[in-house]
């Protein structure tokens, strides 16, 4: 039989457990039970569902919809959420300051008169599971901030903070919420303004904004964000009427404009805009309130997910003044600098230059994919996507030759590139923008992005910046050795010095005698191993004079002298530099002054003067 008593042992241990996990366990501790007791009221709030205010013969209903708390009596609207989280909080803190028991209040009838409990005028109930019973509130007790409360089912009476009590004395619009919309910035992706100029419509594409209408442009992203942001953070000035009678006094019945704002999942619509059977909600602008002296910069408007007649501020009225022209995107184009993988450079009769992007830098893939001075096409890439438009010039490009459009003198295309094919993309390189610049006129080019139907004009010192000639667009740097890696140099001004570099890493004049000026030397190979060029100045003409070199410096990085490397030196440049070129790279290049004053140093040093004789002074 010990089996069966092994088995009961279990059941009973069972038992206990479970009371200690289900029962125990939900039981408040030492501390947080004292605190329970001191309390007025213990409830949850995440179970409150409804607060009824009964003040007189005035009811005040609230509930939660969809998390969400809605006034439903005596007129129903958005409810303020934080006046009800902030009432439900003081609830939550409540604390009693002494109990009279039911029983000393029985013995004396006319107790619950005194403290106004018999009859109380103001009354509060929560709604929802495990929620207390209706309180009642009293006079107020002779301790200042000190009041008379009671639950309705009970003659016990409590001296409490008179807080609660002016968290609920209050009139129906003080918990109407004074934020005109629950939406959100983010949430807008669609805009329509109607206006007695016309419509305009507004539509988020990415993280973007377009003009649909009246033109299809781009937009100014930060622009649309505040229109948009002046309605979803308008704060309500004064409750009117419902939106259900006349609207005439309201100048609503014909407003002077709206804005209606549509959400991605549709379920900030509470109305249908009936002029495109779509759901959105609609701000309608009318006449400037007149009630009173403090309504004199409020004007009103009718907002369809509310049905009420409201006033806003008469700042509101500036969204009606918007126009196409000051919501239009200033920036010359729109990069996805993400995609970007391809550049081109097109100038008819100079040659096309393609850059291509490899990891973070750039190189020429029309020069056989030679480094590219990346530092500069990464400016060039910012410069076209700052650049802003200085005048809107036609908004349909008919007439393109008028603009030198029809045969741009310059076409830069932004592409991106992938190297197989995919379901999303074929493989090779897809152009996703373009600029081509047409004729100038004073200080300004005339411009035209891709197969937009418009025509711009922008500033004309642009072009600067984008060199047609690819040898512009080399690396800046010209060599790049080590000085130890220098074998042999020779310098030739109007006289030849070479040296070469002994076994023991000691120099030797190949030509030229005297001692060596070894901190000249030094200077002359860490600053030609290492030489940059200011910038590209592009093909080599005469005028760059390098057929009488002002200097040239010849120099080896091999043991052997075979692997030969030569520096030339032409005439200055206009802003003060040298023209300069190397035998393995095409094209003429800016030479600074302190690199040439280097180059030039003298290599022969002073001769040490020889020992004076010792011998005794003459007298």
Known sequence: MKWKTTLVLFVIAAGVFAYLFFVERNRPGTEEATRQAQNVVNFSRDKVNGIVIQNGDDQIDIRRRDDKWRLEIPIKDQADGSVVKSLLLDLENWQKDAAISAKEMEADKNKLADYGLANPKLRLKLIGPDTPPEIFFGKDAALEGKMYVRFGNSKETFLANQSVKKAIDKKPEDFRDRKLTDLIMAQVVRVVLKTSAGEMELQKKGDHWDILKPLHTRADDQKVSDLIAQVTTARIQQFVADDRGDLHPYGLAEPHGSLTLFAQDDKSAGRT????????????????????????????????????????????EEILNSRPNDLRDRHLVRIDTKILDRLTIDAPGKGKTVFARKDENWTIASRNNAPANSGEVRRLIDRLQNERVTKFV??????????????????????????????????????????????????????????????????????????????????????????????????????????????NNHWNWAKGSGPINQTNLQSLLNSLATLHAVRWIGSTTPAHAFDKPRLVVTFTTSPDDKTTHTLTIGAPTLDGMSFAKVDEREGTFALNNPDLNVLKLPLVGQESPSPSPTGSASR
């Open 273 to 316: 805009d009936s002029s495109r059977g779509e759901q959105g909600q609609i701000l309608q602008i009318g006449g400037p309130a007149t009630a009173g002296e403090k309504e004199k910069d409020q004007v009103y408007v009718r907002f369809s997910p509310r049905g009420f007649v409201y006033t806003l501020p008469k700042k509101i």
């Open 394 to 503: 036609e908004d349909v490009a008919s007439n393109l030759p008028k603009y030198g459009l029809d045969k741009p003198q310059l076409t830069v295309t932004f592409s991106s590139f992938a190297s197989e094919n995919t379901a999303e993309t074929k493989a090779g390189e897809q152009p996703f923008a373009s600029v081509a610049f047409g004729k100038v006129e004073g200080e300004n080019v005339y411009a035209r992005v891709g197969d937009e139907p418009f025509v711009v004009a922008v500033h004309r010192n642009l072009l600067d910046q984008i060199f047609t000639d690819p040898l512009q667009w080399q690396e800046l740097s010209i060599f790049n050795f080590k000085p130890e890696q220098i074998h042999r140099v020779t310098v030739t001004t109007d006289k030849e010095s070479a040296l070469v570099r002994a076994e």
